[in-house]
Structure formats: C-alpha cells, structure tokens
C-alpha cells in the first residue's frame, strides 16, 4: 500500500501498509525527531487492534484519536521504557481498557510481561517479540506478519532518519550490534515502522547503515584515544565528545555524550 499521506502528518492517522497504520504525536525534539509514532495493527477484517507506543505523558487529545481509530483494542504493546513512549498507558488503559505488554514487569498490566521469541495472535495477525537490547536493555521489537506481508517495528533501535542514542543507564553498544544483526538475518526484507521518523519500504538497507555508523564512530574514537593518549578506562565521554563531534551542533553534543559512554563501556570490556 502506498500511502497518500507523507510523513511528518500531524493529527492524520496515516495508512503505511494493508495492517499498520500511524498517527504521529505532536511532540517534537532533539531526541523524539518529530515526534512519538503509535502504531494501530489489524488485519482488514479484524474487528479489534493493537495498538504499540501509545505515546508520552499529556497526550489525552491523541490517545482519544487512537482509540477513535482502533476501535476495540485487545492490546497495547510497549517497546520500550523511555515516557515518550509509556507516558500515556494509563490514559489508553483508561479509554480502552486493554492489557499492556512489555518487556518489563513495571510496564505490563493484566498480561504478563513480554519474553524473546514469543508469538502473539491478535487483531488477525501474527506478532513475533524481539528482544533488542542496546538503546535501552528493555528494547523490544515486533515482526508483524499478514498474508505474506512483513514490517518490523523498532521502536528507537532503529529509527526513521539520524541515528539513535544509546541510553548508558542500560544500553551497551555489545547488545546493540548484536540486535542489529538479528534484525538483518531475521527480517530484512521486512518493511521498517520505526518509533521516531519516517517508514521504510525495506528494514535491511537502513540496519546495515545502522551497524556501519556505529562500527565508523567507534573507529573515530578509537583514534580520538590515540591523539589523546588516553586508555578507555581514563577518558572522560565530554572529551571525546568534543573531538569526536567537533563538526556537529553543540546542542547534540549531550546525545553523543550518551552514545560515548556506552561505547567507551565497550571498549573498556575488550
């Protein structure tokens, strides 16, 4: 299906193929790009959906959007922990009433939390959870299957334009690789709905470029190292920083200097 909406579409739920659609939450930023998508899942002839990201906290206006749209909402899956994504559970819980899942205990109401592997029949479709640790360690991703047609939400693990940041409270640059890599083996072919952004007709190209960014910064810093004469163990990130990023808006700078931590942490554990 293409869509004859565009993304950025604010306050228009916006069809991407024939069992997702998105409606794109007006809350841009450095880190939320344009804003938080939630996606709306269902089969054509499914009478209920799932809906996944129901969004961040003060977002009555496009909860009761989503809800409009979906109808019947048999479940609520989350990807992730950060509250551009789980600020409103409680607003869809109160609107729809429907379980939640996620890959925490903290975030899943009346079902049990989310566990690798594990397949989900709902709305008519089939879901697969991914666990895709590495922008945070509670990162799901879900394979959506219908018909013979497959998309992959993201979440922030991979996003729709820019790169994303790697939280260094739980994320590692080590499990980052890794989930790229299942994404690339698993469903490549598979159609990209990320968190933040626009969709991708294929997941495969943008996750390669993902993992070869990562590898190229990584080598940058490993020379910022060198010229510093610095061990990993003795740099501080906001140094590296402002070798590494030299050529990049300093408003971005407290992003990268997340994204170093984590891979400082990962060369100090080589």
């Given at each position: 299906m293409t869509a004859s909406v565009q993304h950025p579409a604010y306050g228009q739920v916006r069809p991407v193929t024939d069992f997702a659609s998105v409606l794109l939450r007006d809350n841009p930023g450095l880190?939320?790009?344009?804003?938080?998508?939630?996606?709306?899942?269902?089969?054509?002839?499914?009478?209920?959906a799932v809906v996944v990201d129901p969004g961040p906290p003060r977002s009555g206006k496009h909860v009761r959007a989503v809800a409009d749209v979906a109808g019947e909402v048999e479940l609520t899956l989350i990807t992730h922990r950060h509250f551009d994504?789980?600020?409103a559970i409680k607003r869809m819980r109160k609107e729809t009433g429907s379980v939640h899942r996620a890959h925490s205990d903290?975030?899943?109401?009346g079902a049990p939390r989310l566990t690798d592997r594990e397949?989900?029949?709902?709305?008519g479709l089939k879901i697969t959870a991914m666990h895709t640790?590495?922008?945070?360690?509670?990162?799901?991703?879900?394979?959506?299957?219908?018909?013979?047609?497959?998309?992959?939400?993201?979440?922030?693990?991979?996003l729709g334009h820019g790169t994303t940041v790697l939280d260094p409270q739980d994320g590692g640059l080590g499990d980052y690789f890794?989930?790229?890599n299942r994404l690339i083996v698993d469903a490549s072919d598979a159609v990209l709905l990320p968190g933040h952004g626009p969709d991708h007709a294929e997941?495969?190209?943008?996750?390669?470029?993902?993992?070869?960014?990562?590898?190229e910064r990584l080598n940058q810093i490993r020379q910022a190292l060198d010229d510093l004469r610095?061990?990993?163990?003795?740099?501080?990130?906001?140094?590296?920083?402002?070798?590494?990023?030299?050529?990049?808006?300093?408003k971005l700078w407290p992003a990268a200097k997340m994204s170093v931590k984590t891979q400082l942490e990962y060369l100090r554990a080589l």
């Open positions: 880190m939320e790009l344009d804003g938080t998508n939630t996606w709306i899942l269902r089969a054509p002839d499914s009478p209920t994504h789980t600020g903290e975030f899943s109401h397949v989900i029949e709902a709305a640790p590495g922008h945070t360690a509670d990162s799901m991703s879900f394979l959506v299957e219908w018909e013979g047609q497959r998309a992959v939400i993201t979440g922030d693990t991979i890794h989930s790229l997941l495969g190209p943008v996750a390669r470029f993902y993992k070869s960014h990562r590898e610095m061990t990993p163990q003795e740099a501080k990130p906001m140094k590296v920083v402002r070798k590494v990023y030299s050529d990049v808006d300093r």
